[in-house]
């Protein structure tokens, strides 16, 4: 019976284990068969190592095909090779799995596959290194994101993905049927968290959520991970400086604790984060106005616009105080100046990170703008009913996990930072 418990990864073979036993279980990379003895290279999650077949392991080594799973047993010693400062001179050489070739993708990465390959079969492109370094990154930036939210006092809830009613207005929802009645797949937590913060006062979710939208670009995804936080008796200001804080600490910790992963997902170790620029919407209409683009007051920023703002204020920036018209129902006016909202985007460049505002606790209010946006208060009576409750004011926002990671990573599609997309004509793997 083969053992097949390993005792190291790759990544803790260094020199203080020299004339130990040890047990590795990985991929095949690469055999150099030098007649009486080959040299292995064997990767597994952590990286790679060398080990030095001979005997009647050199024949096993020989018919072995690249990317067969397998466990060695051996001595380490000192390497010669440049990129090994260890080997283990193996005494065991067991194939537990072999590859079939021709395989669809090069894992290696040294040919190079089209991007809906890689995605056909994602399980094996992620022993490539640089792939599976961003999806290390993104499983550290959510721990990141869970610690800093609880060091701010918030806990974190699980709201259904399964509704009754088209929340939000209803546009762009799946709607699909549930035990003969029309239910829906949530675009997002919104009317829930604003709920729970009547007794549990400050809550994140993190979790999936579902848009129809027919969108083909490299931003755009129907299935996404948000981020959402809704926190009691704040005002959209104060919301602002927290999506600082949780950016930043993903920022810090990549650049502190996973540089070497940083670096080879491709992402700018270097990157600097700081206070954002908060930026009003009248003030973006000026600069653009002065770089050509003439906007009236009410007209939405398109992708144009929003790359001209992005070339004149690099990195991160908020876009604050829209024009009330053009956010959802539940966001706060101005007291100062009704047509404007208390609400805020995160950008980076032209890409919108985060969406964020004071929300409406006046049931009257919220009752009236839903006229006003065309939507019958009757569809909303389970959620109206908890403002007469004594709903204390609140704030929130939601981020779109995927994009800061594109943006963190440098990728250039929000396919590459998520294992199984989902998009318009993708559904699978």
């Given at each position: 019976?083969?053992?097949?418990?390993?005792?190291?990864?790759?990544?803790?073979?260094?020199?203080?284990?020299?004339?130990?036993?040890?047990?590795?279980?990985?991929?095949?990379?690469?055999?150099?068969?030098?007649?009486?003895?080959?040299?292995?290279?064997?990767?597994?999650?952590?990286?790679?190592?060398?080990?030095?077949?001979?005997?009647?392991?050199?024949?096993?080594?020989?018919?072995?095909?690249?990317?067969?799973?397998?466990?060695?047993?051996?001595?380490?010693?000192?390497?010669?090779?440049?990129?090994?400062?260890?080997?283990?001179?193996?005494?065991?050489?067991?194939?537990?799995?072999?590859?079939?070739?021709?395989?669809?993708?090069?894992?290696?990465?040294?040919?190079?596959?089209?991007?809906?390959?890689?995605?056909?079969?994602?399980?094996?492109?992620?022993?490539?290194?640089?792939?599976?370094?961003?999806?290390?990154?993104?499983?550290?930036?959510?721990?990141?994101?869970?610690?800093?939210?609880?060091?701010?006092?918030?806990?974190?809830?699980?709201?259904?993905?399964?509704?009754?009613?088209?929340?939000?207005?209803?546009?762009?929802?799946?709607?699909?049927?549930?035990?003969?009645?029309?239910?829906?797949?949530?675009?997002?937590?919104?009317?829930?968290?604003?709920?729970?913060?009547?007794?549990?006062?400050?809550?994140?979710?993190?979790?999936?959520?579902?848009?129809?939208?027919?969108?083909?670009?490299?931003?755009?995804?129907?299935?996404?991970?948000?981020?959402?936080?809704?926190?009691?008796?704040?005002?959209?200001?104060?919301?602002?400086?927290?999506?600082?804080?949780?950016?930043?600490?993903?920022?810090?910790?990549?650049?502190?604790?996973?540089?070497?992963?940083?670096?080879?997902?491709?992402?700018?170790?270097?990157?600097?984060?700081?206070?954002?620029?908060?930026?009003?919407?009248?003030?973006?209409?000026?600069?653009?106005?002065?770089?050509?683009?003439?906007?009236k007051f009410g007209d939405d920023l398109s992708d144009a616009a929003l790359r001209k703002l992005g070339e004149m204020h690099s990195g991160f920036y908020?876009?604050?105080?829209?024009?009330?018209?053009?956010?959802?129902?539940?966001?706060?006016?101005?007291?100062?100046?009704?047509?404007?909202?208390?609400?805020?985007?995160?950008?980076?460049?032209?890409?919108?990170?985060?969406?964020?505002?004071?929300?409406?606790?006046?049931?009257?209010?919220?009752?009236?703008?839903?006229?006003?946006?065309?939507?019958?208060?009757?569809?909303?009576?389970?959620?109206?009913?908890?403002?007469?409750?004594?709903?204390?004011?609140?704030?929130?926002?939601?981020?779109?996990?995927?994009?800061?990671?594109?943006?963190?990573?440098?990728?250039?599609?929000?396919?590459?930072?998520?294992?199984?997309?989902?998009?318009?004509?993708?559904?699978?793997?």
């Amino acid at each position: 019976m083969v053992d097949i418990h390993r005792t190291h990864y790759a990544r803790q073979l260094q020199e203080d284990l020299v004339g130990q036993q040890v047990r590795i279980g990985g991929w095949i990379e690469d055999v150099r068969d030098i007649g009486k003895l080959a040299f292995v290279t064997i990767r597994d999650a952590t990286g790679a190592c060398q080990a030095i077949v001979t005997g009647d392991g050199v024949q096993a080594a020989r018919q072995a095909q690249r990317q067969s799973a397998v466990i060695v047993a051996g001595t380490v010693q000192k390497s010669k090779a440049k990129d090994f400062p260890v080997e283990v001179k193996v005494t065991e050489f067991t194939i537990l799995s072999k590859a079939v070739h021709p395989l669809p993708i090069d894992p290696t990465g040294r040919v190079e596959s089209a991007p809906d390959k890689r995605l056909d079969a994602r399980a094996l492109d992620l022993r490539n290194p640089r792939v599976a370094a961003i999806f290390r990154l993104r499983s550290a930036g959510l721990e990141v994101v869970r610690d800093t939210l609880r060091g701010e006092g918030f806990i974190e809830v699980n709201t259904p993905k399964i509704i009754g009613s088209a929340s939000e207005g209803g546009a762009n929802l799946f709607g699909f049927d549930y035990f003969k009645r029309k239910a829906y797949l949530a675009q997002s937590p919104q009317l829930y968290k604003e709920q729970l913060t009547l007794g549990l006062d400050r809550v994140f979710e993190i979790g999936p959520y579902f848009r129809a939208e027919n969108s083909h670009t490299v931003r755009h995804l129907t299935e996404f991970t948000s981020i959402d936080v809704e926190a009691a008796f704040t005002d959209y200001e104060d919301v602002m400086d927290l999506v600082e804080k949780v950016v930043g600490s993903v920022i810090q910790e990549f650049q502190q604790s996973h540089k070497s992963d940083l670096e080879l997902a491709g992402g700018r170790a270097d990157m600097q984060f700081g206070k954002i620029e908060r930026l009003s919407y009248a003030r973006c209409l000026d600069e653009l106005s002065k770089h050509g683009e003439k906007l009236k007051f009410g007209d939405d920023l398109s992708d144009a616009a929003l790359r001209k703002l992005g070339e004149m204020h690099s990195g991160f920036y908020f876009i604050m105080d829209w024009p009330l018209k053009l956010k959802p129902f539940y966001i706060h006016e101005k007291e100062d100046d009704p047509r404007l909202s208390k609400s805020f985007d995160l950008q980076y460049g032209y890409l919108e990170l985060v969406s964020g505002g004071r929300r409406l606790h006046d049931p009257e209010k919220l009752k009236s703008r839903l006229v006003e946006q065309g939507l019958n208060p009757a569809s909303f009576a389970e959620h109206l009913k908890a403002f007469d409750w004594g709903m204390p004011p609140h704030s929130g926002w939601g981020l779109g996990f995927d994009r800061l990671m594109m943006v963190l990573t440098g990728s250039q599609n929000v396919r590459d930072v998520v294992l199984y997309p989902r998009d318009t004509d993708r559904l699978t793997p």
